[in-house]
């Protein structure tokens, strides 16, 4: 069992910068990969990052995130982290972690076994 808690949410103008963390409770962290996610109002879910699951691992973006947020997890810490540069209104979302169980991520968020509940992003000037 894997519980996951995310912060770092907040409102921030266009151009700025969040952070968002995301604490993994359980000694196991190390064997999970980890992902990113947002839901907009009224929108699906979509995958945003993700990273396999020793520090420093593989990592993937969507398209319209690449060059702007990067995600990193220290397994020390049990925390997966997302920094988000260059804030875009159109990232406004409620932006949630995800476990799933080995070394390798997914794009898909059905395959993931543990979820955050979610911090707000809001982008607005």
């Known amino acids: 069992q894997v519980q996951l808690v995310e912060s770092g949410g907040g409102l921030v103008q266009p151009g700025g910068s969040l952070r968002l963390s995301c604490a993994a409770s359980?000694?196991?962290?190390?064997?999970?990969?980890m992902g990113w996610f947002r839901q907009a109002p009224g929108k699906e879910r979509e995958f945003v990052a993700a990273?396999?699951?020793?520090?420093?691992?593989?990592?993937d973006y969507v398209d319209s995130v690449k060059g702007r947020f990067t995600i990193s997890r220290d397994n020390t810490k049990n925390t997966v982290y997302l920094q988000m540069n260059n804030l875009k209104p159109e990232d406004t979302a409620v932006y949630s972690c995800?476990?799933?169980?080995?070394?390798?991520?997914?794009?898909?968020?059905?395959?993931?076994?543990?979820w955050g509940q979610g911090t707000q992003v809001t982008v607005s000037s």
């Open positions: 359980g000694r196991t962290f190390s064997s999970y990969a």
């Open positions: 990273i396999s699951s020793r520090s420093g691992g593989i990592t």
């Open positions: 995800a476990a799933r169980g080995g070394s390798y991520y997914s794009t898909d968020p059905r395959l993931y076994n543990y």
